[in-house]
């Protein structure tokens, strides 16, 4: 695709419910980024894969969140038991290369999840 | 983590001219980039600078200086739609596994 595309755009659940997200990043970027925002807040650093190395889980929150990616291909954010405080925007970010401008990360639309 | 500290908000007045700093400590640098975050929309790049100097690219230009740990994002002729919020992120090479960290985002509100 010409961009990244993330599904759902929104998504409404309840507290305890497990969601996964999906992101499809543009082809042949072998960085992957997810992010999560609240209202009004900064990004946050979840998870980083690139190429077929171990992903960087280092901001994952809880043990909660996963997250996997298929090659270079799409990838997947799994919240088990959703909890209120899990309501944000779930941002994913892809970058062709590692070094460089090339390095620059091209966003989705990101996922509105909202944990009733 | 890495250190990245930008202000949380300005205000600036149409035409007028705003400069946006960011300070950073990490080790590894390589590189720095400025996006613009639209409210509801997802962040867009702006600029990327891993040399000293300015990079100037329209109304827009970015500083970096890396013995100091300090960037900023200059905004000329301030239009409306500049109002956002402007990130600056750095590129840390520490490890084999590099990544972008973000600071929190400087919101600017442009005035008439």
């Known amino acids: 695709g010409a961009g990244v595309s993330q599904s759902p755009s929104n998504k409404v659940t309840e507290k305890g419910k497990d969601v996964e997200l999906r992101c499809d990043p543009i082809?042949?970027?072998?960085?992957l980024y997810w992010y999560r925002q609240r209202l009004g807040q900064g990004l946050e650093f979840l998870i980083y894969?690139?190429?077929?190395?171990?992903?960087?889980k280092s901001g994952l929150p809880s043990d909660r969140f996963s997250a996997e990616r298929t090659g270079e291909s799409v990838s997947t954010l799994t919240i088990q038991r959703t909890q209120q405080e899990d309501s944000a925007v779930y941002l994913c970010a892809s970058s062709l290369e590692v070094g460089g401008e090339g390095e620059k990360l091209f966003f989705g639309s990101g996922t509105q999840l909202s944990v009733l | 983590g890495q250190n990245i500290d930008q202000p949380t908000e300005m205000t600036a007045t149409e035409g007028a001219i705003v400069q946006i700093n960011c300070t950073y400590q990490?080790?590894?640098?390589?590189?720095l980039f400025w996006y613009q975050q639209h409210a509801g929309e997802a962040p867009t790049f702006l600029s990327y600078?891993?040399?000293?100097g300015l990079e100037e690219k329209g109304r827009f230009s970015s500083f970096l200086s890396r013995s100091k740990g300090y960037s900023y994002l200059l905004l000329k002729e301030l239009q409306m739609k500049d109002s956002a919020s402007y990130l600056c992120a750095v590129c840390h090479r520490g490890s084999t596994l590099g990544r972008l960290y973000f600071g929190r985002g400087t919101q600017l509100t442009v005035w008439p």
């Open positions: 894969f690139q190429g077929n190395s171990a992903p960087d």
């Open positions: 600078n891993v040399l000293d």
């Open positions: 082809s042949g970027h072998t960085a």
């Open positions: 990490t080790s590894g640098f390589n590189g």
